[in-house]
């Protein structure tokens, strides 16, 4: 497992030039989260039009995986309605478990976070944009304001990883 | 002890090379570091994080396993020989550490580690003395070991807390000091050296005016003992902690080296066995010190572990230690100031700084460094470095730390500098 594995180019694409980047005009939720562990933070904007996701931005500062995993899932959600976001979110969330095959008909770009599960201090990184959309996505399914979250893992995907990678194996 | 077989107490394999300084000792005393020869990703380790933790020399290891096969039992009550050995050996190992430092040894008390040396002041003397009103006195660049104990403790007594600012040159700022200290301040908690910006801090001077208005000083010395030389007296300190893996010994063992008459006077801190006198089923007297500070089994192996490796340093000489960080260092600052887009977080005068050496590298974020250079087979640290506030105070998320020890070599330096090439071109 080299480098160029782990950073596949379309995770450098979307780092380098992030797709919703920025926050959103009024109208919306704003949740900020971040990870304690190694300081990733973003401010995640989202307006619904029913259960249509009708606008998202990512105002984030934060590693190149956190950073380009947030921006594939603001490309993946966009003008999905909420229940098929949330099942791609679920998807992405079982590619970082180690879970089965993944299901690139669901994570299109996504599917080149596949190399992260295999380091787990990075899994957070990876999902904190997707931890974010979740809550956002919940808070204004809810007609709640938006809040701030630290992003305490999924201690699930961080067991998988580590069981996944036995002593001595990268070596 | 005349009867068994003593632990092994060689000195490093150069001791015997005379006072050599500078890159020299490296190439001595590798070949007693086991893990340093491994290889990570096929190519050799770089270990530069010493900071964090220290490799071990086959002399400590060799001493803990000699104890395990030869004198394990539980110390201070057996009336067998082998317990008397035990025992013996965990006092002795006691007295090598408080020397090593310049402390009484009636004062040098066995902890977990460190963090819970100084809360064992936080909790053994700030609980019983602060009183709402009163204030503690901690640094802007403080290792939230010597921060979070004194919030804990001023919740639970209405102290307060106040910070001594770091100047823009990443130095204490001791003109700011004498506005901060006042008949308030009962408590001035300082580190000796910045386990982030390698800044070494004048904690004399801090303690002179500490004391002129009746405060006590509480020093966290975890870089400060194993890389600089620092003694009880020379740092006047009231209380000083430190910890044994960050100097060569195992983990599990810190240590807490206090004024006698201070912890004389204190209540302990964790109750059970081992620090009672006698006991009653509603009340109890406590032991002598410094066993009425530890209560239960003690860490044994780990304390004849870091015995050895007080002697292991002893043998290299301190200021040859100091001398050859200070090499290594040097060479680090000038090889780092030619890296594009690289920032040091930290005094650029040797004088003021140790070998831990933080910086950033343009906007790529210390984790993607860190994993490129794992990938080379290069150990540093990326993160706060448990310093948040310093974080905040210099305006960045994390910062990638290498810190250097006295197996680290110029070469390996080259092998970072290379390295960070590498990671700007993958990110650029």
């Known amino acids: 497992m080299g480098l160029e594995d782990l950073y596949q180019e379309i995770i450098l694409d979307h780092y380098k030039k992030p797709r919703h980047p920025g926050r959103l005009g009024g109208g919306h939720v704003e949740v900020r989260h971040y990870n304690p562990v190694c300081g990733d933070e973003l401010t995640l904007g989202l307006r619904l039009d029913g259960d249509r996701v009708a606008g998202i931005a990512v105002d984030g500062k934060g590693c190149s995986i956190s950073l380009a995993s947030a921006s594939v899932m603001s490309d993946l959600v966009l003008d999905r309605q909420v229940p098929d976001a949330l099942e791609t979110a679920d998807a992405f969330r079982r590619l970082m478990h180690g879970e089965g095959e993944p299901d690139e008909e669901l994570l299109e770009d996504g599917v080149a976070f596949a190399g992260v599960a295999r380091y787990p201090v990075r899994v957070k990184c990876a999902l904190l944009g997707w931890m974010a959309f979740r809550d956002a996505a919940a808070r204004a399914l809810a007609g709640q304001d938006g809040g701030e979250t630290i992003h305490g893992e999924d201690e699930d995907a961080a067991r998988a990883a580590k069981a996944e990678r036995l002593p001595g194996e990268r070596y | ?428």
């Open chain 2, 1 to 428: 002890m005349t009867t068994t077989t003593n632990p092994p107490s060689p000195g490093p394999a150069s001791r015997a090379a005379g006072t050599r300084v500078g890159g020299d000792l490296a190439a001595r005393v590798r070949a007693d570091f086991p893990l340093l020869a491994r290889e990570v990703h096929g190519k050799p380790l770089v270990y530069l994080d010493s900071a964090s933790s220290s490799q071990k020399p086959t002399q400590v290891l060799a001493a803990m396993r000699e104890y395990y096969e030869r004198h394990n039992a539980n110390v201070h009550r057996g009336v067998y020989t082998v317990a008397e050995e035990a025992t013996h050996l965990y006092e002795a190992a006691r007295g090598k550490v408080a020397r090593f430092v310049g402390a009484s040894e009636r004062a040098t008390v066995f902890t977990k580690n460190g963090t819970e040396a100084i809360n064992l002041v936080a909790y053994g003397w700030g609980l019983r003395n602060l009183r709402e009103g009163d204030e503690i006195l901690v640094t802007e660049m403080e290792h939230h070991a010597n921060l979070v104990p004194w919030q804990l403790v001023a919740k639970l007594t209405g102290a307060r807390i106040r910070a001594i600012p770091v100047t823009d040159d990443f130095l204490l700022d001791l003109d700011a000091l004498d506005g901060l200290l006042t008949g308030r301040t009962r408590i001035v908690a300082v580190s000796a050296m910045s386990n982030v910006l390698g800044t070494i801090n004048p904690v004399a001077a801090v303690a002179e005016r500490a004391h002129a208005v009746g405060a006590l000083v509480v020093t966290d010395a975890a870089q400060a003992v194993p890389h600089l030389g620092v003694t009880f007296d020379g740092l006047g300190a009231d209380f000083l902690a430190f910890t044994g893996h960050k100097m060569l010994g195992p983990m599990g063992i810190g240590v807490l080296a206090a004024r006698e008459d201070l912890l004389d006077s204190m209540e302990p801190f964790l109750g059970g066995g081992e620090m009672i006198r006698d006991v009653n089923i509603e009340s109890s007297t406590f032991n002598d010190i410094p066993w009425r500070f530890e209560a239960g089994t003690p860490p044994v192996g780990d304390a004849v572990g870091l015995g050895a490796a007080v002697d292991y340093l002893t043998g290299l000489g301190m200021d040859q230690v100091r001398a050859h960080e200070v090499e290594v260092t040097g060479y680090a600052l000038k090889r780092l100031a030619e890296v594009d887009g690289l920032r040091v977080l930290g005094p650029a005068d040797l004088e003021h700084r140790g070998g831990a050496v933080s910086f950033t590298l343009g906007e790529i974020h210390p984790h993607d460094v860190s994993q490129v250079l794992d990938e080379d087979g290069i150990a540093v640290r990326a993160g706060d470095h448990c310093a948040k506030p310093l974080m905040k105070r210099f305006g960045v998320q994390a910062t990638t730390r290498a810190s250097f020890y006295v197996y680290s070599t110029t070469h390996e330096v080259d092998a970072l500098v290379a390295a960070l090439d590498k990671a700007k071109r993958f990110f650029g």
